[in-house]
C-alpha cells in the first residue's frame, strides 16, 4: 500500500483497518477500526483532514480529497461505494454513496440517507435523514432510503475485510 506523510501531516490507521495494498493514503487522514479501503482508493489530505469512522468502506477507485478549509468526514457504519469522489463534504453514520456519484463541497450526506449511483450533491445540498438522492443534480426524495441496504452493505464490506486480511497474498 502507499501510505504517505506530507509534511508533518501522518495518516493515522486504527490497526484493525484493511488498506489494500494498492489504494493511496497521503496525509491528514485519519481511518477508523474495521473500516476497510480498497483496490485504487485515493485518500488525499493535503489541504485539511480525512476522517473515516469505524466499520466504514471506501471502495475501489474513490477519490476523496478535501476542500480549501473544509475536511471530508464519514462516519461509522457507511459505505461509499465504487468510483465515488467526496470532497469537503460529511457522510454521516449508516449513510450510503452509490457507485460513480459525486459529493462537493459543504454537502451533508444525514443518517441513514442514500446517495444513488452515478448522483451529483451540490455544493451546500443536505440530504435528510433517510432520505435517497438520486440525479444531476440530485432531487431528494424523503423517507425512501431502505435502511437494510446500507446495513447489508456496511456488514458485507466489514466481512469481506476480514477475508482479505486472511486471505489476499500476491503471486508475482
Known sequence: ???????????????????????????????GPGSSVWPSAVLRGDQGEIRIGARTSVQDGSVIHVAPD?????????????????EGCVIEDGALVGNGAVVLPGAVVRSGAIVGSNAVVPEGREVPPGSLALGVPARVREGAARQEL?????????????RYR???????
Request: hydrophobic content about 50%.
Open 1 to 31: 500500500m502507499a501510505i504517505f506523510a506530507l509534511g508533518p501531516d501522518e495518516p493515522r490507521i486504527d490497526p484493525d483497518a484493511f488498506i489494500h495494498p494498492t489504494a493511496t493514503i497521503i496525509g491528514a487522514v485519519e481511518i
Open 70 to 86: 473544509r475536511a471530508t468526514i464519514v462516519g461509522d457504519d457507511a459505505v461509499i461505494g465504487h468510483l465515488v469522489h467526496l
Open 150 to 162: 446500507i446495513v447489508d452493505a456496511a456488514n458485507e464490506y466489514v466481512a469481506r475485510a476480514e
Open 166 to 172: 486472511r486471505e489476499l497474498r500476491r503471486l508475482d
